[in-house]
């Protein structure tokens, strides 16, 4: 199986700063891709951010020049480094992976438990 630790949530006022990580282990092959993903309550579950295995990034509009993603050398730890937070911020973030398992395998997402992160005075 393939496990998403994710780290680095907790309490930060507005304007602050918070760096999110997540480290991917188990049965891997290699990782196509991971992301970010927040859901605060009663919403769904809405993209933040992804990066590819070759370095190609994508963001929402609402993190754009904010947040950044990034990738541990060795492509199995991706990091957020969040900027200027805002209370519209807060949400519960999950770690997300596109991983084949094994050599012919297709790609299966992957998702951590979650880490909150509140933004609030």
């Known amino acids: 199986q393939v496990q998403l630790v994710e780290s680095g949530g907790g309490l930060v006022q507005p304007g602050g700063s918070l760096r999110l990580s997540c480290a991917a282990s188990g049965s891997i092959f290699n990782i196509n891709a991971m992301g970010w993903y927040r859901q605060a309550p009663g919403k769904q579950r809405e993209l933040v951010a992804t990066i590819t295995s070759g370095g190609s990034t994508n963001y929402s509009d609402s993190v754009k020049g904010r947040f950044t993603i990034s990738l541990e050398n060795g492509k199995s730890t991706v990091h957020l480094q969040m900027n200027s937070l805002k209370p519209e911020d807060t949400a519960v973030y999950y770690c997300?992976?596109?991983?084949?398992?094994?050599?012919?395998?297709?790609?299966?997402?992957?998702w951590g438990q979650g880490t909150q992160v509140t933004v609030s005075s």
């Open positions: 997300n992976a596109a991983v084949r398992r094994f050599y012919g395998g297709r790609y299966n997402d992957y």
